[in-house]
């Protein structure tokens, strides 16, 4: 699977849009992209994940470039309760479906 | 989203020891995976149990430490042998959904002393 490359960390103000970004170069072309986020002392949580087109749930917006190569993950109202360790997966198909975790982001959201 | 149940939640276990920890879930599931979070680090994949075959096992993780059962579609158990410290970690079983993204149990906190 592709590697990915995130900042290790990074804040934001509650209340404010927090944008997280993540770069995936070497993504394939049937590679998606994921995300996931840990609070402390639980287990991960899914958060939204895509291919090519932009995504939104009720959770957050997946804004992946033209070229695939970098994406970034949009909480457009942060809370003190997205702070947390966000991770960035690019994750194949089939047998090639494991999730393997990097070191993550770690948002603080501010009062 | 499938809801899992784990447990134990915690435990504090003797050196040379092991300890099992089971993985429900609600629902049927082909893929469930195990991971282990070691203090201050991320999650890594230990194996991947499939029912009805032998659990595939990731480079640096062997069955004798980790040995794995998955009897159904709904259960699987995770054995940490011959308990060290260095063992000390939380373990997170996680299943795929059939929309495509994994859910994770709460995980179960060791401590070997």
């Known amino acids: 699977d592709a590697k990915t490359t995130q900042p290790p960390s990074m804040d934001c103000a509650e209340g404010r849009a927090a944008n997280l970004p993540c770069n995936h170069s070497?993504?394939?072309?049937?590679?998606?992209v994921y995300w996931y986020r840990q609070i402390h002392s639980q287990g991960p949580q899914y958060i939204i994940h895509?291919?090519?087109n932009n995504e939104t749930n009720e959770m957050a917006s997946l804004i992946i470039t033209e070229d695939r190569k970098s994406s970034t993950l949009i909480l457009p109202h942060a809370t003190l309760r997205d702070t947390a360790v966000y991770y960035c997966?690019?994750?194949?198909?089939?047998?090639?479906?494991?999730?393997?975790f990097g070191k993550g982001i770690t948002l603080s959201v501010r009062p | 989203s499938a809801v899992i149940s784990q447990k134990p939640s915690r435990d504090i276990c003797q050196r040379g020891t092991s300890l099992t920890i089971q993985c429900q879930v609600d629902?049927?599931?082909?893929?469930m995976f195990w991971y282990r979070q070691q203090p201050g680090q991320s999650l890594t994949l230990i194996a991947t149990?499939?029912?009805?075959?032998?659990?595939?096992?990731e480079s640096g993780f062997v069955i004798d430490k980790f040995p794995i059962s998955r009897p159904n579609l709904t259960f699987s158990t995770l054995t940490v042998s011959n308990l060290s410290p260095e063992d000390s970690s939380i373990y997170l079983c996680?299943?795929?959904?059939?929309?495509?993204?994994?859910?994770f149990g709460s995980g179960t906190r060791l401590t070997v002393v």
């Open positions: 997966i690019v994750r194949g198909t089939g047998a090639n479906s494991k999730l393997t």
């Open positions: 629902s049927q599931v082909t893929m």
């Open positions: 895509g291919l090519k």
């Open positions: 070497t993504i394939s072309g049937n590679e998606y």
């Open positions: 149990a499939n029912q009805g075959s032998e659990a595939t096992y």
């Open positions: 996680s299943v795929e959904e059939v929309t495509a993204h994994n859910t």
